[in-house]
């Protein structure tokens, strides 16, 4: 199904989908069962079940333990395919209601998991297999965000204006796109000690990256990376002979679509391009230990060390109000774009991405104007205040967005707000979504989304560990 059309009508099946299990619900039970079925779930984790009990048994808000329950594994649930050989893991893992892997999605889906699999050696070979998925993907074609399982498939973009091939659903080039693999593997790593990812396909990965994020610096041609699509949503195609705007090659990396998949206005997206920054080092620091290979370790440092001069010196502004802020794109003319977007990475999103530490006055100054109605994503309404972006529009608040906030937030009363707001907005379904209604949770999008599901998943266990007190 196309994602536009999912969109209109995901509001309505939603509905159907709640009718359908309140009817079938155990009138003993205070919620409905929304979760999918036991036998029908992609993959069980009994460690990641003992969790889902643990909250539950401790938590006093009822509501909160059946949407952890929903939430936390619902990737597991319903995303994950397990493609592995006699020679390889391999996991191939769907954003949700469209049967594609986004390099970021599937990176972010199972991110919360990465704590458990030393207890769960099944899971710690899901995301194993799926490493080596990212790496086959990159290697595939480093531009591309999304991939097909199948790679002879053709699907609804095949049609679009740049160099596509089977097997890739979507070629919108975005520099997060290749970041969160890196972060995923480091990760990994460093929870593991495990080495076996880091094989000859990885490396060559790593390779394609560090290429292509040479290339679109722009220093001496536009690069070989073009995009046009026969759309009527401005937002889903790229100006200018399918280049996007001109921008002076001052360092920094273009990102020709910001992790919405909306393309980027000014190109040099300051959250990708410092969330780049710390994945070109953590990809060095594989590279020396592990590989050996200190060339392009070398390569990799000296990029990230340009990239964040660079940064300092384009992509930090002065606000009329605010202050010195980091803008959201820049063009390193001079002209920046001021706002924040829903999606990850955004600047509400650094300190959470390890980009800047979270008491940085330039980090606290720009999270003040994000979350103001100086930002023009910036949406407050009758049940909820937050940001949305232009990928849904006006008035429609991400729960994303409300998590990330909660997530970089050093404020306790901050943090319970976005949780009590969250709780209220999940529009009787027991799910986050992509985005709802200022004045009506129920106006939805998305009733299947993996990312926010988990993501939610992530805050309120952390929560749980940290501040419990915040869940009462």
Request: hydrophobic share 35%; charged share 25%.
């Amino acid at each position: 199904m196309k994602r536009r059309t999912f969109i209109k009508n995901s509001a309505i099946l939603g509905a159907g989908i709640l009718a359908h299990n309140f009817s079938h619900a155990n009138p003993n039970l205070a919620f409905p069962l929304v979760r999918t079925k036991e036998p029908d779930r992609h993959f069980k984790s009994d460690v990641i079940e003992g969790l889902i009990k643990e909250f539950q048994s401790n938590v006093a808000d009822k509501e909160l333990g059946w949407l952890f329950n929903n939430c936390l594994p619902n990737t597991l649930d319903t995303t994950i395919y397990d493609e592995s050989t006699s020679n390889q893991k391999l996991t191939y893992v769907i954003t949700g209601d469209i049967d594609a892997m986004w390099l970021r999605d599937s990176s972010a889906q199972v991110w919360p998991y990465l704590p458990f699999m030393r207890k769960d050696q099944n899971l710690q070979n899901l995301i194993l297999g799926l490493i080596n998925k990212q790496s086959k993907c990159i290697n595939i074609d480093p531009y591309a965000n999304a991939f097909y399982n199948d790679p002879t498939k053709k699907g609804e973009w095949f049609s679009d204006h740049t160099d596509m091939k089977p097997g890739i659903h979507e070629r919108k080039w975005e520099i997060d796109s290749l970041c969160y693999p890196i972060r995923l593997a480091y990760a990994y790593w460093k929870e593991t000690n495990d080495t076996t990812p880091f094989d000859n396909e990885w490396v060559q990965a790593q390779e394609n990256i560090y290429k292509t994020f040479v290339e679109q610096q722009r220093k001496e041609n536009l690069g070989p990376y073009k995009f046009e699509r026969t759309t009527s949503r401005g937002t889903d195609t790229l100006q200018v002979d399918g280049y996007g705007y001109p921008v002076n090659p001052v360092g920094l990396i273009c990102s020709s679509f910001r992790p919405s998949d909306d393309c980027s206005i000014f190109l040099f997206l300051i959250p990708a391009n410092l969330f780049a920054v710390v994945s070109l080092r953590q990809s060095a620091e594989i590279l020396r230990q592990v590989k050996n290979n200190t060339e392009l370790a070398a390569k990799m440092e000296a990029l990230a060390n340009e990239v964040e001069d660079a940064v300092t010196k384009y992509g930090i502004i002065d606000h009329p109000v605010h202050g010195r802020v980091y803008a959201y794109e820049v063009d390193g003319f001079g002209s920046y774009m001021m706002m924040d977007d829903a999606n990850v990475p955004s600047l509400l999103s650094l300190p959470y991405l390890g980009a800047v530490d979270i008491n940085d006055e330039v980090y606290q100054r720009t999270r003040r104007f994000v979350l103001s109605a100086n930002n023009p994503f910036y949406f407050k309404g009758k049940v909820a205040a937050g940001i949305g972006g232009p990928h849904i529009g006006r008035d429609m608040i991400w729960p994303m967005a409300l998590i990330i906030q909660a997530l970089t937030s050093i404020n306790d009363e901050e943090i319970r707000q976005c949780i009590k707001t969250l709780k209220n907005t999940h529009g009787d379904t027991g799910f986050m979504h992509e985005s709802f209604h200022k004045d009506d949770p129920k106006k939805f999008t998305r009733h299947w989304f993996a990312w926010t599901n988990t993501l939610f998943g992530e805050l309120l266990w952390k929560v749980y560990k940290e501040k419990p007190n915040l869940l009462v």
